[in-house]
């Protein structure tokens, strides 16, 4: 199919505009296929010119321009040419359109609980056409008029509000103005809870089988939508725009949730069916709170073009923590965009695929799809709140404010947002902008003290020499002792010298030295050696969770750059877990240390961490009240040795109590089993005709794929490569599974086959799921030069998606900082 070119879609943009369209779907004409009738009404500048509409239709009835008949058979590579246009042009398409199961287009999932079907429409980044003809890109915004039959037992809503005239008949309100790409219908037996903030009706929709944890949690996601509201609706100066709101989370979705306007799809893990912590709720709230603020940012004002997309996602980014701290009960959400967010973009910056936050040239859709990483979300986002303290806060929400309220309903571009921040300050935006948006890298601060007691405390900024640049950092440095913060400094570094300081005399040399220590800069905290000798004795006393957190960024960014022994690393965890007491750095650095200690530790080393990791949430959860027992519980399911407790765990017997009753700690239980050798297929089978849902048959796959035997790697294999009813959901749980193993002997043969197999998944899951695939599966874990070499010719002579490719850049980019620990720590 072709990929759209930005050349091309300026040319269509300057021909055509005044678009509606009239989109009449059936969906009962069975499991495969639906029907999509079109009307699509368009003027063109130029009469007699020609352009194209994007269409991907598994068969064409019939196609009508202006009254004369074309010939399905025009249609090509997913394009329909329309010449001789007329000034105003009228466009019919029927056609017949294919559900997907790979997250995008109209997605239709099974439930295996009640064998209920469900449908949602994903049409970023380019899927419109899977649905109906539309000119598929983000500035030719259009009016839509929509029907839509379905089962009579069907609830549907999509991006304006819907009414039943007949049974299973559905007639939406005329739309607002959208991008193609926030096309959405959600129908099928879903389970609803219905509320209403000041006039704006709230909906929240799921599977039937989640309806119980639906309404459980129901109380907690109204609460944060309507305290979004609240406070994006006084921030921005704008009513909520969009009519109703409805919130759907759906089976089978590939990122965390789309913001469709006024009707929102999310990954539908956030309705957690067993046991769940605080952090987790953060995060579920966070991502309500970054939809909700594109509903202004994004969806009200559209990018232009894709090359802007980390400015959509930067700001919803930003906005989502500074509401969820602002507004909601959960006050360190920055604390958590630490540890989380944070780690994500620092590990993409300092990948070879690296790359300025804006400014880089999307050519086409498939390559806009590439930088969405961790450059566009966190680290844009740092750079928005950097720009927040650089001009100040009333000028950057002045800028904000008018920027949305002068291009609502249509397109804009960086230039225009920085021109109405502009316009509220003096600060020169475009040195800023060059410092902060349009270079690479991360800067790294250190802190130098001179003498005892201090006479000098000063911040040096170190740029990193593939990527030099002016960037001025806002920030501030302390010290502890014994915990205590014996000083706080704020300083402004402009430039490589350091700036206005308060040189700081008279006080004791501190034990720990934390640059950056409130975290409101893009930076690695560099340590000095007392400091990180000290750490694992005086970190835990530290009472500020956000400078626990940004030890932590130093320790996870250090041992990645082979500056930070990964043995510190994990002696730090030991002593800080079992007395965290914030929950988000339980929960993320449980999971990043889990995940990725052990590539830097050699074969013979990795079992022993594990065991010791499994001792630190041990007692951990010997400490912990209930509310605190979910993150060290599952910590030692997964990395427990105890075959007796695992199995006990797995018959639900002996869980702790916040714990009981839990699902899917039992399943990591059982994985864990797996993992070891103690559990075989017919163990797995038994404990999933238990669980007969989505997530079970999915926990099944990943349990039956990890188990240690080369008839068993050979099995996961097979369905990767040949299974070709696998959603994407399933192929993911495999491939999260695939190369885990005891020792490398028994996976390095399939290293090669990795490189085979994996490309060739895009063209069965799509960019999206093909590129999350590969990254789970990245065969990392052989920790080998060899596995490099195989990479880096994989990625000179093989064909692959631009996506796909990515995930593999960056894999081999974790890989080679894996291998560089290893040598510089001699093992
Ligand atoms: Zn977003």
Not at 409 to 428: C, E, K, P
Request: proline share 5%.
């Amino acid at each position: 199919m072709a990929i759209l070119l930005q050349t091309e879609a300026v040319e269509r943009a300057r021909l055509i505009a005044g678009i509606s369209y009239t989109v009449d779907l059936d969906l009962t004409l069975g499991d495969t296929e639906f029907g999509s009738r079109t009307v699509v009404r368009f003027s063109c500048s130029e009469p007699g010119a020609s352009t194209f509409i994007d269409l991907k239709a598994v068969s064409v009835e019939s196609i009508t321009l202006n009254g004369n008949d074309i010939h399905p058979s025009a249609i090509s590579d997913g394009r329909l040419t329309l010449s001789q246009l007329q000034q105003a042009n009228e466009l019919s398409v029927t056609a017949r359109m294919a559900y997907t199961r790979d997250g995008q287009g109209l997605h239709r999932a099974v439930d295996p609980a009640d064998e209920k079907a469900y449908v949602y429409g994903m049409s970023f980044l380019d899927a419109a056409p899977q649905i109906f003809p539309c000119f598929d890109q983000p500035d030719l915004k259009a009016g839509y008029d929509l029907t839509v039959t379905a089962p009579q037992d069907w609830v549907v809503a999509g991006n304006s509000a819907a009414k039943q005239t007949s049974p299973g008949r559905w007639e939406f309100e005329t739309s607002k103005p959208l991008a193609t790409y926030f096309f959405t219908i959600c129908a099928g037996p879903y389970e609803t809870v219905r509320d209403e903030h000041r006039g704006i009706p709230l909906a929240l929709h799921a599977r039937a089988s989640l309806g119980q944890d639906l309404r459980r949690h129901a109380p907690q996601m109204l609460d944060v939508t309507k305290q979004g509201l609240d406070y994006f609706e006084d921030l921005f100066g704008i009513d909520y725009p969009w009519g109703e709101y409805h919130q759907f989370f759906v089976p089978e979705f590939n990122a965390g949730a789309m913001e469709n306007p006024g009707c929102v799809t999310f990954r539908d893990q956030y309705i957690f069916r067993g046991s769940v912590g605080r952090a987790e709720i953060m995060q579920r709230s966070n991502t309500i709170l970054h939809e909700m603020a594109h509903m202004w940012f994004g969806d009200l004002v559209s990018m232009k073009w894709w090359d802007d997309l980390w400015l959509n996602e930067s700001f919803a980014e930003y906005m989502a923590h500074r509401a969820c701290s602002a507004a909601t009960e959960f006050d360190d959400a920055w604390v958590d965009f630490g540890i989380s967010r944070k780690n994500w973009g620092y590990a993409a910056d300092r990948a070879p695929s690296t790359h300025p936050i804006a400014g880089n040239a999307a050519d086409d859709t498939d390559s806009a799809l590439t930088n969405f990483d961790g450059i566009s979300y966190a680290k844009g986002c740092s750079a928005l709140r950097q720009l927040a303290l650089y001009v100040g806060d009333d000028a950057f929400v002045g800028g904000v404010r008018d920027y949305l309220r002068d291009h609502s309903y249509g397109n804009a571009t960086l230039a225009d947002f920085l021109d109405a921040i502009s316009a509220h300050t003096d600060v020169d935006l475009d040195a800023w902008s060059k410092g902060w948006l349009e270079t690479a890298g991360t800067d790294e601060i250190a802190v130098v003290v001179d003498g005892d007691p201090i006479g000098v405390v000063e911040a040096v900024r170190t740029t990193p020499e593939a990527h030099p640049a002016d960037r001025p950092h806002m920030l501030d440095i302390a010290g502890f002792c014994g915990g205590k913060e014996v000083w706080r400094t704020p300083v402004f570094t402009l430039g490589a010298t350091s700036g206005e300081q308060t040189p700081l005399t008279g006080l004791e040399r501190p034990k720990l030295l934390v640059p950056n220590a409130s975290d409101l800069t893009w930076t690695i905290p560099v340590f000095d050696d007392n400091t990180l000798a000290a750490m694992p004795d005086e970190l835990p006393k530290v009472e500020d969770p956000q400078v626990r957190q940004v030890v932590w960024a130093g320790l996870l960014n250090g041992m990645a750059l082979s500056t930070v022994d990964p043995q510190t690393v994990l002696a730090v965890f030991e002593a800080s877990f079992p007395t965290e007491e914030n929950e988000s750095l339980r929960h993320w650095t449980a999971r990043l240390v889990r995940r990725r200690l052990g590539y830097f530790l050699p074969d013979a080393e990795r079992q022993e961490a594990t065991e010791r990791i499994a001792v630190a949430a041990t007692v951990a959860l010997d400490a912990a009240d209930a509310e605190r027992a979910v993150t060290p519980g599952r910590l030692l399911a997964a990395t427990s040795s105890d075959e007796g407790m695992l199995r006990r765990w797995v018959a639900a017997e002996d869980l702790p109590d916040a714990l009981a009753g839990d699902l899917d700690v039992r399943w990591t239980a059982l994985t864990r089993l797996a993992q070891l050798g103690h559990a075989d297929d017919a163990a797995i089978d038994a404990f999933a005709a238990q669980d007969r849902t989505m997530a079970g048959e999915q926990n099944a796959l990943r349990a039956k794929a990890v188990r240690p035997t080369p008839e068993a790697k050979e099995w996961a294999w097979t369905q990767l490569e040949s299974n070709a009813s696998l959603s994407n959901y399933e192929a993911l749980a495999i491939a999260e599974t695939i190369f885990v193993a005891p020792s490398s002997e028994l996976v390095r043969p399939h290293v090669e086959r990795y490189f085979r197999v994996l490309p060739k998944l895009a063209d069965r899951l799509g960019e999206f799921a093909s590129q999350k695939i590969a990254a789970a599966a990245f065969p990392v874990g052989v920790t080998e030069q060899a596995t490099s070499d195989a990479a880096q010719e994989a990625l000179r002579s093989g064909r692959m998606t631009a996506n796909v490719r990515r995930a593999i850049v960056d894999g081999t980019a974790e890989l080679d900082e894996a291998l560089a620990s290893l040598q510089r720590f001699g093992r």
